[in-house]
């Protein structure tokens, strides 16, 4: 199986198949890889572009490399991009992963789920805190 874990980064490299980035996907149960070349980021390959450039395509999985299908024009935010940010980026953009970097370093990828779970999280302790302020019991 094709695959590095590079700071708690999942990898595959352009030239691994398809099939070598789904295995390594479904076992580690993530929905993207980055893809790198010499150590550098050279796009990244997810659920979807398999699905449109593979399987729409009629192309092999173990035949078809990750250069072939990969999206190379990588959208990335850095760590100091708030969380909204990052929102209105997947949702303009109309992606669910995006890599993160810290001066031009990639340091990791977070994930639409992410970004929920982050907002639903941010909520409940506002709300808590609104619902403190007016019973009048403090946080």
Avoid at 33 to 62: P, Q, T
Avoid at 70 to 83: A, R
Avoid at 108 to 134: C, F, M, P, W
Wanted: aromatic share 4%; glycine share 8%; net charge negative.
């Amino acid at each position: 199986m094709a695959g590095k874990n590079i700071d708690c980064i999942w990898s595959v490299t352009p030239t691994n198949t398809v099939y070598d980035a789904l295995e390594l996907m479904g076992s580690k149960n993530i929905g993207a890889v980055i893809v790198l070349e010499n150590g550098e980021m050279a796009g990244i390959f997810s659920e979807r572009d398999y699905a449109r450039k593979g399987i729409l395509l009629g192309r092999a999985s173990r035949e078809t490399l990750i250069q072939d299908v990969m999206t190379s024009k990588v959208i990335t935010v850095d760590t100091d991009q708030k969380i909204e940010e990052c929102m209105e980026i997947m949702s303009e953009k109309h992606i669910r992963h995006l890599p993160v970097t810290n001066q031009g370093k990639l340091v990791g990828i977070i994930s639409i789920n992410d970004i929920v779970t982050a907002i639903i999280r941010e909520q409940k302790v506002h709300i808590k805190s609104l619902e403190s302020y007016i019973s009048g019991n403090p946080f």
